[in-house]
């Protein structure tokens, strides 16, 4: 024997030939093992159990290799996710075998041809035959590389998505059956954006980075009467300043150098639709009165001409700030704020969402498994003590450090199971800002001092600290800090305004 090992899945005809149908033949498997001496031959079967165990009873009987049968229950015989997995498992078993496999694309489905070729030319190398009663067996030579072509692109495609995901990006089509929920609080805040959908008003969404903004202003715009026009984001802080008037009112070719077209603003491009203003505190003071009176006129003039033309969008705005806070600064205006402000929906973060974050743990997580599929990775479980350790975090980042830290676990545990020493490496803990902390005891005492406030001061500082070293253990934390017990750490948290 060779060490070779031949992989198929059992067909019609390989059955037909063991129940001793003559017009069957050896059927492409046997014809296959009695070409060359495989020490193993590994077969995938969706037939009924009986029925594939005769065949490998039969398919002995012809050759002298070792024959495995795999039982692998399909919802179809076409259905490329669960052929791919089956397919998968047996041949990541080969290659912790070292084995020299040939994989047998005759037998099957083209499914299930389909799914050997993409494997054997990429993440599971291996040679390819096919077998016919006229031409007998020969190897499959690919007329393409689809390793060259094909995978590159698919995992960049995975990569993008992932990058999308991580940065909060929401699915276009999101409607409030995404938003992931049961908090009080979501409720109250998902109830009141369901209201305001289906009106004309514009609505101004404040809340936290990674809080899901876009999320919930998608999903405003999918109830509302507009959903079958565009949906258009602008994100306000990323535009150059000076580009800012032509990015949304449009301009003429020729209005500036590099206008080598007409170009429509985002104001056109969202009529009759909903413009999204995500960042909307970070536009410029000069642009803001030229928003307010597109807003209150519905007209737009582009750059580089007198021209006027009519738009009919509804404007859903966002913000991490306190707008009316940035009103009062000056560094918004208020006439602008009043316009945007007619409905406000403000996004509670994840800390004051109590009895949502284990859902969102477990929605997450099966995002971070489904793509890992597509590169052909094994699907992880996420431990009971790795879960503890995250609906222990306070999560400053919201939804999308939740979605972050979930990947970053996935990818670097090399178990099947994400464990929680995993989990503390993939969050990140920032330590507390040491600024003023130094000069605490440099403080002037001709001008007096408050005793209690800096003891309060040093007792936080030293508490949150403790916190974050030992992931939020009070009873590791307590004893960082000399406390008797977490019980004395919680009075000691309750006493100094600290989240208990």
């Given at each position: 024997?060779?060490?070779?090992t031949?992989?198929s899945?059992?067909?019609?005809?390989?059955?037909?030939a063991?129940?001793?149908?003559?017009?069957?033949?050896?059927?492409?498997?046997?014809q296959?093992?009695?070409?060359h001496?495989?020490?193993?031959?590994h077969?995938l079967?969706?037939?009924?159990?009986?029925?594939a165990k005769?065949?490998?009873?039969?398919l002995?009987?012809?050759v002298n290799?070792?024959?495995?049968?795999?039982p692998?229950?399909?919802?179809?015989?076409?259905?490329?996710?669960?052929i791919?997995?089956?397919?998968?498992?047996?041949?990541?078993?080969?290659?912790?075998?070292?084995?020299?496999?040939?994989c047998?694309?005759?037998?099957g489905?083209?499914?299930m041809?389909s799914?050997?070729?993409?494997?054997?030319?990429?993440?599971?190398?291996?040679?390819l035959?096919?077998?016919?009663?006229?031409?007998?067996?020969?190897?499959?030579?690919?007329?393409f590389d689809?390793?060259?072509?094909?995978?590159?692109?698919?995992?960049l495609?995975?990569?993008?998505?992932?990058a999308?995901l991580?940065q909060?990006?929401?699915?276009?089509?999101?409607?409030f059956?995404d938003?992931?929920?049961?908090?009080?609080?979501m409720?109250?805040?998902?109830?009141?954006?369901?209201r305001?959908?289906?009106?004309?008003?514009?609505?101004?969404?404040?809340?936290?980075?990674?809080?899901?903004?876009?999320?919930?202003?998608r999903?405003?715009?999918?109830?509302?009467?507009?959903?079958?026009g565009?949906?258009?984001?602008v994100?306000?802080?990323?535009?150059?300043?000076?580009l800012?008037?032509?990015?949304?009112f449009g301009?003429?070719?020729?209005?500036f150098?590099?206008?080598?077209?007409?170009?429509?603003?985002?104001?056109?491009?969202a009529?009759?639709g909903?413009?999204?203003?995500d960042?909307v505190?970070?536009?410029?003071k000069?642009?803001?009165?030229?928003?307010l009176r597109?807003?209150?006129?519905?007209i737009?003039?582009?750059?580089?001409t007198?021209?006027?033309?009519?738009v009919d969008?509804?404007i859903?705005?966002a913000?991490?700030?306190?707008?009316?806070?940035e009103?009062v600064?000056?560094?918004?205006?208020e006439?602008?704020?009043?316009?945007?402000?007619?409905?406000?929906i403000?996004?509670p973060?994840?800390?004051e969402?109590?009895?949502?974050?284990s859902?969102l743990?477990?929605?997450?997580?099966?995002?971070?498994?489904e793509?890992?599929s597509r590169?052909?990775l094994?699907?992880?479980?996420?431990?009971a003590?790795?879960?503890?350790?995250?609906l222990q975090?306070?999560?400053p980042?919201?939804?999308?450090?939740?979605f972050?830290?979930?990947?970053?676990?996935?990818?670097?545990?090399?178990e099947e199971?994400?464990?929680?020493?995993s989990?503390?490496?993939?969050?990140?803990v920032a330590?507390?800002?040491d600024?003023?902390?130094?000069?605490?005891?440099g403080?002037?005492?001709?001008e007096g001092v408050?005793?209690?406030?800096?003891?309060?001061?040093?007792?936080?500082?030293?508490?949150?600290?403790?916190?974050?070293?030992?992931?939020n253990?009070?009873?590791?934390?307590?004893?960082?800090?000399?406390?008797?017990?977490?019980q004395?750490?919680?009075n000691?948290?309750?006493?100094?305004g600290?989240?208990?």
């Open positions: 024997m060779n060490g070779d031949l992989v899945w059992i067909g019609r005809t390989d059955l037909r063991a129940s001793g149908n003559e017009n069957a033949g050896l059927g492409p498997i046997a296959a093992a009695s070409a001496p495989y020490e193993a031959i077969l079967s969706d037939f009924d159990v009986a029925d005769n065949f490998g009873k039969w002995a009987s012809q290799s070792k024959i495995h049968l795999h692998a229950k399909l919802a179809s015989p076409t259905h490329f996710g669960e791919y997995q089956q397919a998968v498992a047996v041949l990541d078993k080969l290659k912790k075998e070292n084995a020299n496999v040939t047998h694309l005759s037998p489905t083209p499914a041809q799914i050997w070729i993409l494997l054997a030319k990429t993440t599971h190398p291996a040679r035959i096919q077998s016919s009663p006229e031409a007998g067996v020969e190897e499959a030579i690919i007329p689809i390793s060259a072509e094909f995978v590159p692109q698919l995992l495609q995975t990569d993008m998505r992932l999308e991580a909060g990006t929401a699915n276009e089509n999101a409607s059956s938003i992931i929920y049961r908090s009080a609080s409720t109250r805040v998902v109830d009141q954006a369901q305001v959908a289906p009106r004309y008003i514009p609505v101004l969404i404040e809340g936290e980075s990674g809080t899901g903004k876009e999320l919930m202003a999903a405003i715009h999918r109830s509302s009467r507009r959903a079958g565009p949906f258009i984001p994100n306000c802080g990323a535009i150059p300043e000076e800012v008037e032509s990015e949304f301009h003429k070719k020729g209005a150098t590099g206008a080598a077209n007409d170009r429509k603003g985002h104001f056109e491009l009529g009759g909903t413009l999204f203003l960042e505190g970070e536009l410029p000069s642009v803001q009165v030229k928003l597109t807003l209150q006129e519905g737009v003039t582009p750059v580089g007198s021209e006027e033309r009519k969008v509804r859903i705005a913000t991490n700030r306190t707008l009316i806070d009103v600064a000056g560094r918004f205006r006439d602008l704020f009043y316009r945007l402000a007619v409905a406000i403000k996004l973060p994840l800390r969402r109590a009895g949502d974050i859902l743990i477990d929605s997450l997580f099966q995002h971070v498994n793509e890992a590169l052909g094994k699907h992880k479980k996420l431990s003590s790795a879960k503890n350790i995250m975090h306070r999560w980042g919201n939804v999308r450090e939740l972050n830290t979930l990947q970053r676990a996935s990818s670097w545990s090399d199971s994400v464990s929680a020493e989990m503390r490496d993939a969050i990140l330590r507390p800002s600024q003023g902390q130094a000069d605490i005891l403080k002037p005492i001709g408050v005793l209690e406030d800096v003891l309060a001061q040093v007792a936080r500082h030293y508490i949150q600290l403790a916190l974050a070293h030992s992931h253990n009070k009873t590791q934390a307590a004893s960082l800090l000399g406390l008797g017990s977490y004395t750490l919680t000691w948290m309750k006493r100094y600290l989240d208990v």
